[in-house]
Every structure is written in C-alpha cells, then in structure tokens.
C-alpha cells in the first residue's frame, strides 16, 4: 500500500470534520439558543437565519461518513456497531431538528408551535452534546478485541459503557456551550434592532460558559485522559495549534467587546477548527482506540509484536487501489462542495429578513 495513501485520507476526513463543525455547529447552536428569543417574531428570526443554510451544512456530515466507509471499512463497522443506538439518537435528533424547523410555521396556533420551538431546543442540544460524548469517548477508547468487535456486549451494553464515561459527559456539555456561543454570535451577525441587542448579553454569558467548561475540560484531561497529550509530547510543533486556540479564543472576547461580529465570528470558527485538529492529532495513527489489555487476554499475541487491539489507519484501511481511485475522485468531487457553500453562503449574506414564505 503506498504509504502516504491512509495518512492523506486521515487528514481528509480532519477536513471535512472541521467544515461540519464549523458550519453546522452554529446551526445547532441557533437552536440551542431558540427559547431565549422573546416573541415569536423573534423565534422566527432565529429559525430563518439559518433556514437556507442548515441542510446544506449537514452534507459535510453525510461526506464525512462516506469517505470514513469507504477508506477505513473496518473503522467504520466498529463504530457504528459499538455506536450503533448513539448514532441512532443522534439521527433522531437530527431529524426531529428538521421537522421542527419545517412544521413551526405551518399554522398560527400557539400550543403548536411551542411543541416545536421545544422540539428545536431539544434535538439541537441533544445533537450537540452527542456529538461530544462520541468525542470524549472515542478518546478514552472502547473494549474493543482482537476481531474489531466487542465480544459478547450487545448494543444496549455499549450504549451503556458509552452513557457510563464521565469525560464523555464532559467533553459533551463543552461542545454544546461551544456551539451555543457560536450560534448567538452568528445570530449576532445576522440580526439588527432590538434583536441584535439582546444577543449582546448572551453573547457574553454563553462565552464565559464555554472558558468554564474548557478549563474543567483540560484539567480532567490532564488528570485522567493522559494518553491524548503523547503527540504532542513527541511532536513539539504541534503545541503551535493549542496556542492559536487560546489566541483565538482571546480575540472572541476582544470582537465581542468592540461589537465586531465577523471578527467574533472567525475568531469563533478558528476556535472550533483548532479543537477538531487537536482531536484528530491526539488520536493519529488510531482511528478507534481500544482500553483491552493484549498482554492480558493474549499474552502470545502481545509477545509476538501485537501491542494494542487498536484501528489503526494502516490496519483499518481499504486497498491501495480503493483509496488511490477514491483519492482522484475526492480531488474532483471536493471543490464542488466548496463551491456549492461559498454560493449558497454568498446568496444568503446580509441581515435576516421575514417575508411571506418564512419559517
């Protein structure tokens, strides 16, 4: 297999991980912010600030599970095995977040759209903290065996072992008090009058929330997920990427202050991007790391080389051949989804406006 096949594939799914964080994570972040608008005006504004957008985003979620399929098979029927009733929660919410946003407004009773105004609460932050539970726990690691599989736990047993990681939980309300920052700023940027100024507090509340929590974060990190700094130990110049975070992070607080929305807004996006690459280089060459002890349940594997029962990009991947024809096809393919949000972003641009057929 020519070498550097597997690692390029890596960093494209690093690619489109952080374009779906980036995008979608506003989105879900509008919704978790939905119940503090005032008026129902209000809630409509929010829902059409991301009306044209949202569906679109989320194609970076649907490429992003492809290419994990079709460059790492094995990764990918590990996790969906072992994540399978997660996953499934996760597509609920995603789905329930769609049709809250397209049944609201279909009719002007009060009671019908406080159902779906709870609905987009819901199935936003449920998203939102899912995904960052797989997250914490795809860093801890999963008992997974020689085979790739989980030996007798059944899915309701690996729903449990994954509901049962306290860094799950952690990494999980992080990320939806991270995304709910990013969406009021996006908001922010979108809105005008007294909508606009209200967002000034929350905008404020949501990113003293977010320090909260990326400070616990660490510390537990530091304290108990140990294994996720060995990169960084080997390789110093990664340290780059977690001083650009903090500098980032700074400057939100720094635009928020001087009322500079896109300043806000990128510095926001850069924040996101850089705990994505940290991620993803905290686990390279894994891509499911495994908390079973070969030494201990196969003592002759362990002498024979076999350190871990780690997915590897290496042990994981296809072909040489899938991943070189896949690799041409991703070069076509990719500047297409580029282009296609860079248009739909430009046509959109510009403040909120409700009109005859709005949310």
């Known amino acids: 297999m020519i070498e550097w096949l597997p690692t390029i594939w890596f960093l494209l799914l690093g690619v489109l991980l952080i374009g779906y964080a980036i995008l979608d994570g506003f989105d879900l972040g509008v919704g978790i912010m939905h119940l503090t608008a005032k008026s129902d005006r209000e809630r409509r504004v929010y829902m059409n600030a991301i009306g044209p ?92 065996q020689a085979d790739g599989g989980f030996g007798d736990l059944g899915a309701f047993d690996m729903l449990f072992y994954q509901l049962s990681q306290p860094f799950g939980y952690l990494v999980g309300l992080m990320t939806v008090v991270m995304f709910a920052m990013h969406g009021t700023i996006y908001l922010y940027l979108k809105t005008e009058g007294e909508t606009r100024e209200r967002l000034v507090p929350w905008m404020w509340r949501t990113y ?62 850069c924040t996101i991007a850089a705990f994505c690459f940290m991620y993803f280089a905290a686990l390279f060459p894994n891509l499911v790391v495994s908390t079973i002890d070969v030494s201990a349940v196969a003592p002759a594997a362990f002498e024979a080389g076999d350190r871990s029962f780690n997915l590897t990009i290496e042990n994981a991947a296809s072909s040489s051949d899938t991943l ?16 296609y949000s860079a248009v739909i972003y430009w046509t959109f641009w510009g403040k909120v406006q409700l009109g005859e057929h709005s949310y």
């Open 208 to 269: 003293f929330a977010f320090i909260a929590m990326f400070l616990l974060t660490n510390v537990w990190t530091f304290a108990f997920v140990d294994q996720a700094f060995n990169n960084f130990r080997d390789h110093w110049w990664l340290a780059i990427v977690p001083i650009l975070a903090f500098l980032a992070i700074l400057n939100i607080s720094r635009a928020i202050k001087k009322g500079n929305a896109p300043v806000a807004f990128v510095s926001s996006c």
């Open 324 to 339: 070189r024809n896949m690799f041409i096809i991703a070069c076509m393919g990719l500047p297409f989804v580029f282009a």
């Open 53 to 144: 957008l949202w569906d679109g985003n989320e194609v970076w979620l649907v490429t992003f599970g492809g290419a994990l399929f079709a460059a790492f098979p094995d990764a990918y029927a590990t996790v969906f095995s072992g994540f399978y009733l997660a996953l499934m929660l996760v597509l609920l919410c995603l789905i329930l977040r769609a049709v809250s946003l397209e049944f609201r407004s279909k009719t002007k009773s009060a009671l019908w759209r406080r159902v779906w105004d709870w609905g987009f609460f819901g199935s936003s932050f449920g998203a939102a903290l899912l995904f960052g539970v797989a997250v914490g726990n795809s860093l801890v690691g999963m008992p997974i």
